[in-house]
């Protein structure tokens, strides 16, 4: 079934997709193989997100930020037609949680803007970061910024406030299209990731607390 999903997800006018890739041959594509290999092993998830012997935390970081960014997209994707400007025209995780726009250009100031604005605001915004090499540097012996850890800190943050608004505004519509298993190990994967290297404030997940 998620194969159809994602099939409907690609023969949309706006196509969401992952839209970055591993180098073979990198250092970072053998980890991401690593990851997904423990992934799909069925190993234990609190397990799986555990940074492997050796390895530095900063690229384990590196390849789960941008897969994560890579799944959510497609997870978000398949939402889209029920997320529309009518049904969600603001940005929300129910009646306690209003998310607003901000960021360095545009909207200088936290602006209120309808998800499908604000997701698209979003995705674009995290592809400018990962495909920026002063940020996240590809090439062998090219250290990572300071700031590193904090700039993949914002991204996974906003990225959970994808899955708090698909999941309490569209969670029937994961239902009816058959991917709620799909979306609930994604986000478990996420959310056991976060805890691991405590990479979100314990207050932005409150809104999905309860599961």
């Known amino acids: 079934t998620m194969a159809l999903c994602l ?22 594509f053998e980890l991401y ?16 997100v555990q ?26 994707g398949t939402m889209s037609e029920f997320c ?28 209120k803007l309808s998800a499908p604005q604000y997701m698209c605001m979003l ?4 592809e400018m ?3 920026n090499e002063d940020v996240f540097p590809t090439r062998i012996g090219v250290p990572f910024p ?5 700039v993949c800190t914002k991204i996974l943050t906003r990225l959970f406030r ?13 239902i009816s299209m058959g991917a709620e298993a799909h979306v609930n190990t994604c986000y478990k994967h996420f959310y056991y990731f976060i805890r691991e290297f405590s990479l979100i404030d314990h207050r932005e997940l409150e809104p999905l607390v309860r599961m």
């Not at 099939?7 to 970072?28: L, M």
């Not at 390895?55 to 789960?64: G, K, L, R």
């Not at 400007?85 to 545009?106: A, N, T, V």
């Open 123 to 126: 995705m674009d915004w995290i």
């Open 146 to 150: 300071k700031q590193f850890q904090q």
């Open 33 to 48: 193989k690593k990851a997904q290999a423990s992934l799909k092993s069925g190993l234990d998830l609190k397990a799986v």
């Open 51 to 76: 940074l492997p012997p050796g390895e530095s935390i900063n690229d384990w970081i590196a390849v789960h930020v941008v897969d994560f960014f890579n799944r959510i997209n497609l997870i978000y």
């Open 84 to 111: 529309t400007e009518r049904s969600c025209p603001i940005m929300s995780g129910g009646l306690k949680y209003e998310y607003r726009w901000q960021d360095d250009s545009k909207y200088k100031k936290p602006t």
């Open 129 to 131: 970061l990962i495909n």
């Open 162 to 174: 994808v899955f708090v608004h698909v999941y309490i505004h569209h969670f029937d519509s994961i």
């Open 7 to 28: 099939k409907q997800v690609f023969n949309k006018d706006k196509t969401f997709r992952p839209r970055k890739k591993f180098e073979p041959g990198t250092q970072r």
